[in-house]
């Protein structure tokens, strides 16, 4: 049952930044779909967030467990942006 | 007496080559030495560094982190938690790499040190002391690119966490020398475009950015310590 809800309904390329796409981005540059797929992975974690702006701050990547951190402010540049895959569930 | 010392004529209407001679040497006050001007003193000249520490630590594998050169991005993939690091042993190494010019070292090192400084918090300042000699050689080295990457990452320092800028202020009489050099060192391009100002490569400008960025955050004495360091600084806050 949970494989299936992990898997999403649909997909759509970014066009312009918001929060979400810089969310999507943090996750995709560590291997994963989203933050679904990655609680698949990591049932047990809890995923590290930036008080200020709730920016994820710290990931595992998907391949070998090493961990990723990230800014506190935006890190998706303009050129990165159509690179984004937004999934619905 | 005069032609009989005088060396032969080479062309007609030619006048006899005189001898250069280095300034206040004997050959200089003979009569017909010519006194070449004094060398340069080479200020503002890259200067070599030697085999840094974080070289040998990055080639033995000591970092705890994934040494791929396909990085995705500009991220370091860090093999233990950065919270869990001791930063009294790593950070000041990964400083030390700011000397290198050289790919994957430069790369590393500089990411490195941001991602340390990113999420070190309270870890930083102790670790402020063992920090100077590592950007005083970094700074001497007088490569612009070294210096400007070195400017980004005191900016970054003095917001690291808080008190770090006044901790700072102490090691004025390190850091700030060099950076009296290069203060003055911009472009002059008239009303053309100057590139580097996008890049946040224009080594005047950034100098002067850090200095702000050193007064807003070194408390009340910064600004005095600055001035004597550096005449030509104005305050920001003050004026």
Redesign the interface.
């Known amino acids: 049952m949970a494989a299936v809800e992990a898997k999403p309904k649909s997909v759509r390329r970014a066009k312009y930044w918001d929060e979400n796409v810089e969310e999507a981005y943090r996750f995709q540059?560590a291997g994963y779909r989203d933050e679904i797929e990655y609680s698949k992975f990591h049932p047990q974690e809890v995923i590290d967030r930036w008080p200020h702006n709730n920016y994820i701050?710290?990931l595992k990547?998907r391949n070998?467990g090493?961990?990723?951190?990230y800014?506190?402010e935006r890190e998706c540049l303009d050129k990165?942006i159509h690179k984004i895959k937004l999934y619905t569930h | 007496m005069a032609t009989a010392v005088a060396p032969p004529l080479s062309r007609k209407g030619a006048s006899p080559k005189a001898a250069t001679a280095d300034a206040f040497t004997v050959k200089a006050y003979t009569g017909n030495a010519k006194v070449s001007s004094p060398p340069k003193a080479g200020a503002l000249e890259p200067r070599p560094y030697k085999p840094t520490d974080f070289r040998k630590f990055y080639d033995r594998g000591d970092f705890p982190i994934a040494l791929e050169h396909d990085t995705k991005g500009n991220k370091i993939a860090w093999k233990v938690e950065i919270e869990k690091l001791d930063y009294h042993h790593y950070l000041p190494l990964f400083f030390d790499g700011l000397c290198e010019t050289a790919h994957p070292y430069e790369f590393f090192a500089r990411q490195g040190v941001h991602d340390m400084l990113e999420h070190g918090g309270k870890k930083i300042l102790p670790v402020i002391p063992q920090l100077i000699i590592p950007i005083k050689n970094a700074l001497n080295t007088r490569n612009v690119k070294v210096i400007c990457t070195t400017l980004k990452i005191l900016q970054h320092l003095v917001i690291s966490s808080e008190l770090v800028g006044e901790a700072l202020v102490p090691y004025y009489r390190q850091i700030l020398p060099i950076l009296n050099i290069y203060k003055m060192k911009n472009l002059n391009s008239g009303d053309g475009i100057d590139y580097s100002q996008q890049k946040r490569e224009n080594i005047g400008d950034l100098i002067q950015e850090t200095l702000e960025a050193f007064e807003r955050h070194g408390g009340e004495d910064a600004f005095i310590n600055i001035k004597y360091m550096i005449p030509t600084y104005e305050s920001c806050i003050l004026n």
Do not use: A, Q, S, T
């Not at chain 1, 090493?66 to 951190?69: A, D, E, G, N, S």
């Open positions: 540059l701050k710290k990547r070998d090493l961990f990723y951190y800014n506190k990165e």
